[in-house]
């Protein structure tokens, strides 16, 4: 079989030869060789790659170039040449160009012996980076396990995350062309200024003790050098330290700006599921990118807000809230002139001005608040409200001081369990009128030390400028009885001792009668000690009712003194 197949194809061999003289004379000689093209070009002192554009016998290369870098335009040399196959001029490599007036002619020949004239014209070189650029945002893209189906993404500005950052904002960034490489690739100085107030920002919080510059300073400040890498794409900083920053160039053609863009770690092993910070997981473990946004024009700050506050004596935490545009505040209850308290700190939005500064006194006297103005840069004004707190929370002095007697109020429950049934709130001096001498009274609460976290001290119930305390008797003779001093004196009179555990307030007076209250917040400067009283509504009388001694003998419940400073 072998041997009939080699047959086959001797006699099939034989068969081409005998149909033709010469089977190569198609692709011999240069006849077939029509192509004039320049397929790509470099000269001396050209930026980027060489435009070729070519309809019919309309041929014209345009060629970018730093012209200031080069020595004599009359004799621009030809670094570099590539023709179609076949092609030749006489303009090859290692020749030059007349560019002196900006455009001259080259002329390829084909193979075929035509003849075609490009027109190269050599145009200033402007780069897409060139120039001094404004920061506009630094960004970063947090991927929130996307992989899995309740996960979720993120793209964030960074200054919402790290007001310390904020300085970067009127930085400046300069990068200007000094020539190009032997690929055509731009290089340059590079310069990275503080801008106006003189200061880089930090992509750091000092308050929580985060500090991520090394994971996201990626722009290098102060100044260097840089490349731009048309085949990748790419923008290569060299700082002057010569440590390299390569950066992904993307150009906002829409609005004229450019983001400068690189990964940073993404860390997702390392994601912390218990006391999750979420703002700090996203910074150091569930960031994948950042970038710069680059604008020509400075962006001017709009923000107003109140990002920061404290004042003298302050404990715990600032609160503030960017709806409301209110900022509160919390001191200890121990007789800080509330109409002088000195602003320690106060952090407004970046550029933003206040019509407060710190170490100025916050007059907090009415209503326990007071008003700071803040300006944008733009000039677009901000009132925020500054709420002062005192130290209200059990388990503290917070009952300290010296109350007047607001009210002595009631709770009357007319058999609220039936469908007709109702209750009652009333001020006992209505139904006991008697009671009303206790109004002028003040009820101190005097600190003396702390059982752990239950402050304790001495109590006085001083009887006012009428020098009497209240009676609770009623001056209606047509009441079965009409003394109810066992049932209403709750709070004592006279001097005693105090202890405050969690809400409860236990007071012992001096004869040794225990009194036990609850201590209820109303405000920072309104308290009540509240008490129940023994209900009796088993004896309610249905027949020949009085309302009002029902409610004081049975249907009384609890019973309260409103204080306030």
Not at 534 to 547: C, P, R
């Amino acid at each position: 079989m072998k041997k009939l197949n080699n047959i086959y194809f001797v006699v099939l061999a034989l068969f081409f030869v005998a149909c033709t003289d010469n089977p190569l004379e198609d692709v011999e000689g240069t006849d077939w060789q029509k192509e004039r093209n320049v397929v790509s070009i470099l000269l001396e002192g050209q930026i980027g790659t060489a435009i070729i554009e070519r309809n019919f016998d309309d041929a014209k290369i345009k060629i970018y170039a730093k012209t200031e870098n080069i020595a004599d335009l009359s004799k621009v040399e030809i670094k570099n040449i590539e023709l179609s196959y076949g092609a030749s001029s006489a303009n090859e490599k290692g020749t030059t160009l007349d560019l002196s007036s900006g455009t001259t002619t080259i002329s390829v020949s084909s193979g075929a012996g035509n003849s075609l004239d490009w027109e190269v014209t050599m145009l200033p070189f402007k780069s897409d980076l060139e120039g001094t650029w404004y920061i506009g945002d630094v960004r970063m893209y947090c991927d929130m396990f996307t992989w899995e189906s309740w996960g979720w993404e993120k793209n964030e500005s960074m200054f919402g995350y790290l007001t310390e950052l904020n300085p970067e904002l009127d930085n400046k960034i300069t990068f200007t062309v000094e020539g190009a490489d032997a690929k055509g690739n731009p290089f340059g100085n590079y310069e990275h200024n503080a801008g106006n107030d003189g200061s880089f920002g930090s992509y750091s919080d000092a308050g929580k003790g985060w500090d991520f510059n090394s994971r996201f300073r990626k722009i290098p400040t102060g100044n260097g050098t840089w490349l731009r890498d048309f085949e990748r794409n790419k923008v290569i900083i060299t700082d002057a330290n010569k440590v390299e920053h390569e950066l992904d160039l993307e150009l906002l053609t829409a609005t004229n700006e450019v983001n400068l863009k690189t990964e940073v770690p993404y860390l997702a092993e390392n994601f912390s599921w218990t006391d999750t910070d979420w703002s700090f997981e996203e910074l150091a473990h569930m960031s994948k990118l950042t970038w710069y946004t680059l604008t020509k024009e400075r962006v001017i700050q709009t923000g107003n807000s109140i990002t920061g506050l404290t004042v003298a004596n302050q404990i715990g935490d600032t609160e503030i809230n960017t709806d409301t545009k209110e900022v509160t505040v919390t001191i200890a209850d121990n007789g800080t002139d509330i109409s002088a308290i000195e602003l320690t700190s106060l952090n407004v939005s970046y550029a933003a001005t206040s019509d407060t500064n710190i170490g100025s006194t916050l007059n907090f006297s009415t209503g326990n608040s007071t008003t700071i103005n803040v300006t944008s840069e733009t000039g677009e004004s901000a009132m925020w409200t500054i709420k002062l707190k005192i130290d209200f929370d059990p388990g503290s002095v917070s009952i300290a001081g010296t109350w007047n007697i607001g009210e002595i109020g009631v709770y009357c429950d007319m058999f609220t369990w039936e469908s007709w049934g109702w209750e009652k709130t009333e001020l006992l001096n209505n139904y006991l009128p008697s009671a009303g001498k206790e109004l002028d009274n003040t009820i101190s609460f005097i600190v003396e030390g702390k059982n752990g976290d239950n402050p304790y001290g001495t109590f006085e119930n001083n009887a006012g400028t009428d020098g009497e305390y209240g009676d609770f008797v009623s001056d209606d003779t047509t009441w079965p009885e009409t003394e109810f001093n066992t049932r209403f004196r709750k709070v004592p009179t006279g001097t005693g001792t105090w202890e405050l555990v969690g809400d409860t307030v236990t007071i012992t007076d001096s004869a040794g009668a225990v009194f036990v209250l609850t201590l209820e917040i109303n405000s920072e400067t309104e308290i009540a000690i509240s008490s129940e009283v023994e209900y009796l509504s088993e004896l309610y009388n249905w027949t020949d009712t009085n309302y009002n001694y029902e409610e004081t003998a049975h249907m009384s419940k609890k019973m309260w003194y409103n204080l306030s400073k």
